[in-house]
């Protein structure tokens, strides 16, 4: 049974910071690419960044680029999320997902698994 679990997620003032952890468990975490997900209120869920299978290489979002960072330790099969700077708007549910194969990471369609998800709310 894949899963994946979410934590480091709650309330933080606008400025902060947090870093969201993913640990997973019933796949070879070493052959996925991960991502980072988030989805707020009558929105859609949206890309915040991904990594490759070695974490040498990284992709964002715009909206985060430069103040989000994405990594990733195989030998504790686990990706992280550190998040600087946050803003109300970072304001949203984030889920970790794990995709097998090459090429389009950003997608939410080209992930095979997906965690619980976790809040991070972000106040003024």
């Known amino acids: 049974q894949v899963q994946l679990v979410e934590s480091g997620g709650g309330l933080m003032q606008a400025g902060g910071s947090l870093r969201l952890s993913c640990a997973a468990s019933?796949?070879?975490?070493?052959?996925?690419?991960m991502g980072w997900f988030r989805q707020a209120p009558g929105k859609e869920r949206e890309f915040v960044a991904t990594i490759n299978w070695s974490g040498g290489s990284t992709y964002y979002a715009d909206s985060v680029k430069g103040r989000f960072t994405i990594s990733r330790d195989n030998a504790k099969n686990t990706v992280y999320l550190q998040m600087s700077s946050l803003k109300p708007e970072d304001t949203a549910v984030y889920y970790c997902a794990a995709a097998s194969g090459r090429g389009d990471y950003q997608r939410v369609e080209r992930y095979n698994y997906w965690g619980q998800g976790t809040q991070v709310t972000i106040s003024s």
């Open positions: 019933g796949l070879i975490f070493s052959s996925y690419a």
